[in-house]
């Protein structure tokens, strides 16, 4: 998801796609295309880091790549989340937090320097405690463990034998299911079948690379994964999330969201041919400032509730939206939440 060079391809279309499906259940709107999006939304962008992934030849190889990881997941994490622990106390104060209402029901206090001091060590070197604004960052802090995790493994494996990408592939299934089954925790990593999974569509997009076909990209082909995914719809009628998949949940989940997955690359594809691929190329190489700054860009509307159906102000801080009389305003949620973030993205690119 984090990016810095600008590329305008159907990737780029397909994680723009994922992006806007990640906020659109984040608006709130209706629960099924909730369900429906969060089959592959998030797994998609494991998926697409993994499409240009390349084992390193040898150990300065692979200590560019942990490098470039670092600064392109690592340090963006820690900007972002030092930015918005700095500004705690004033978003308390502007009722953006509140000791009532917060996110996934974990409500908020004014915090002392000693509280500052421990949130800090923890975002410096556990990636974790960052902000309620950065509810979606868990996917940062995933995806650098993963892609190091991957990166290492496939390293030393090389060493050894020729890396089969499908026994990698096997192998971290198998051991995904071993996780999750006796619900392993690894200190500093937390959840290690998270990891492990996000390793699978990591890897499922390295295999994806050699067999790409844009013969993908028709209609017909993408109605019927449409379809396929729906599918997952008449067995699942609560959200189901790769950072919440049960053991018994795993591998039908895999399948839906490799099928939501493909879904989404033939339905860039055939965008790609539109006018409308320009502006889902701005979506696409900006969807670390989108994921950053859509929760705080939905105060916005969640303040013009506020004024309009005279809520009390105290529900600002309800998290991520006002889900009351959001029939038509997760429309709002989500214009407001992707286009604000890509302003600032285009005035910090002309910096």
């Given at each position: 998801m984090p990016q810095k060079a600008v590329h305008n391809n159907y990737i780029t279309i397909a994680k723009a796609l994922a992006m806007i499906f990640v906020v659109v259940w984040h608006s709130r709107g209706f629960y099924d295309v909730g369900i429906f999006v969060m089959f592959f939304a998030v797994p998609l962008f494991f998926f697409t880091s993994g499409f240009f992934y390349k084992i390193p030849q040898d150990n300065e190889g692979l200590k560019q790549y942990l490098m470039k990881r670092v600064k392109g997941l690592y340090l963006p994490y820690i900007r972002w989340g030092l930015f918005f622990l700095l500004l705690h106390n004033v978003f308390f104060y502007l009722h953006l937090y509140d000791s009532e209402f917060?996110?996934?029901?974990?409500?908020?206090?004014?915090y002392s320097l000693r509280d500052y001091g421990a949130c800090l060590l923890d975002l410096v070197f556990k990636m974790t405690t960052h902000e309620p604004m950065l509810g979606a960052f868990?996917?940062?802090?995933?995806?650098f463990f993963a892609t190091v995790f991957v990166s290492i493994f496939s390293y030393l494996i090389s060493k050894v034998i020729s890396v089969n990408k499908w026994w990698l592939f096997a192998v971290l299934s198998v051991l995904t299911l071993v996780a999750s089954y006796l619900k392993l925790n690894l200190p500093l990593v937390g959840k290690l079948d998270l990891l492990l999974f996000a390793t699978v569509f990591f890897v499922s997009g390295w295999i994806y690379r050699d067999y790409e076909s844009k013969q993908i990209g028709r209609w017909y082909v993408t109605a019927a994964l449409f379809v396929l995914t729906c599918g997952g719809l008449i067995h699942y009628r609560q959200v189901i999330a790769i950072q919440t998949c049960p053991f018994a949940d795993i591998i039908p989940y895999?399948?839906?969201a490799m099928c939501g997955i493909f879904f989404t690359m033939s339905l860039a594809l055939l965008l790609e041919?539109?006018?409308?691929?320009n502006l889902l190329y701005l979506v696409g190489?900006?969807?670390l400032a989108i994921l950053a700054l859509h929760f705080l860009c939905f105060?916005?509307?969640?303040l013009l509730k506020v004024w309009q159906f005279g809520y009390p102000i105290t529900r600002l801080a309800e998290f991520p939206v006002i889900e009351e009389n959001n029939i038509l305003y997760w429309v709002v949620y989500t214009l407001v939440g992707v286009t604000l973030p890509i302003c600032y993205q285009q005035v910090r690119n002309r910096l």
């Open positions: 917060g996110y996934e029901g974990n409500t908020s206090l004014i868990w996917f940062i802090r995933t995806l895999f399948i839906l041919k539109t006018r409308a691929k190489n900006s969807t105060k916005l509307v969640s």
